[in-house]
């Protein structure tokens, strides 16, 4: 039977489907063993391919200034650019949106109890609130906009008076951050667009109030804040900072200690 399971795995299209296959056999085959010995589990190095996430980088609020520093530089300096880029990232870095949300975001999605992100990845469609603040900056943003004659209602548009493009954002997002000196150690990766997310991500979740029950709703409430399908899908970024990981040592040696006493 394990040459089976094996051979089956094996018929995977690609890589991570094969390692995905047979993870899913072995997972049964551990199950069957734990209640008849005669079942064999597949080893599990036999088809390669799992799916490694790349370590983010997580933006200090310095660097996130700076950044946003160089957008209200870009040129032309008395165009419409300026602001949109400056709008944009902040947006990005203050609400963790995906950057796809943001430019299909249109004048009806802005509304008095927050942001309406429609039908995204998941096909979902969510409604982020937001703080004072941030409300304050993008009714100021669309005060400007509304200057634009434009028939089209999508919030962020390019110096040709279009709907922004992922690319054009990517290539002048690269741009700012090497007028940002970002990053600043050698050696580092280029941060991604979606690192911004990734930091929205680890400083809600370094904020995270104390208490197990505390603890499980703002987990779940950051999981519906950042449209995950699953839970699993934010516990990933726990591991992200050094101050998550060391609030985890922390927490663990606090519950070792209890169990010893």
Not at 108 to 124: A, H, Q, S, Y
């Amino acid at each position: 039977m394990t040459h089976t399971a094996i051979a089956w795995a094996a018929q995977g299209a690609s890589e991570p489907q094969r390692h995905n296959r047979l993870s899913v056999v072995i997972r049964f085959a551990r199950f069957s063993h734990a209640a008849d010995p005669r079942h064999a589990i597949p080893p599990e190095r036999v088809c390669a391919g799992r799916r490694h996430h790349r370590t983010p980088y997580i933006f200090t609020d310095e660097e996130i200034q700076a950044l946003l520093v160089q957008a209200a530089r870009l040129r032309p300096s008395r165009s419409f650019r300026p602001p949109t880029y400056h709008t944009l990232l902040a947006l990005l870095a203050v609400t963790g949106l995906r950057i796809s949300e943001a430019l299909a975001l249109r004048f009806k999605d802005m509304t008095p109890d927050g942001l309406v992100i429609r039908e995204t990845k998941f096909r979902k469609s969510r409604l982020v609130p937001l703080h004072a603040t941030t409300t304050a900056a993008l009714q100021q943003y669309l005060a400007q906009r509304s200057d634009l004659a434009l028939d089209d209602d999508h919030l962020f548009v390019s110096q040709r008076l279009r709907p922004l493009s992922y690319h054009t954002v990517l290539d002048t997002f690269h741009a700012l951050l090497r007028a940002a000196g970002i990053p600043a150690e050698p050696g580092r990766p280029r941060p991604r667009l979606m690192d911004l997310r990734h930091t929205f991500a680890s400083r809600a979740l370094e904020r995270c109030p104390d208490g197990r029950a505390t603890i499980g709703r703002h987990m779940l409430a950051l999981t519906t804040y950042m449209g995950h399908a699953r839970v699993k899908s934010t516990y990933w970024y726990v591991q992200r900072t050094p101050q998550l990981l060391g609030d985890i040592a922390q927490a663990c040696e606090t519950f070792i200690r209890k169990e010893r006493s």
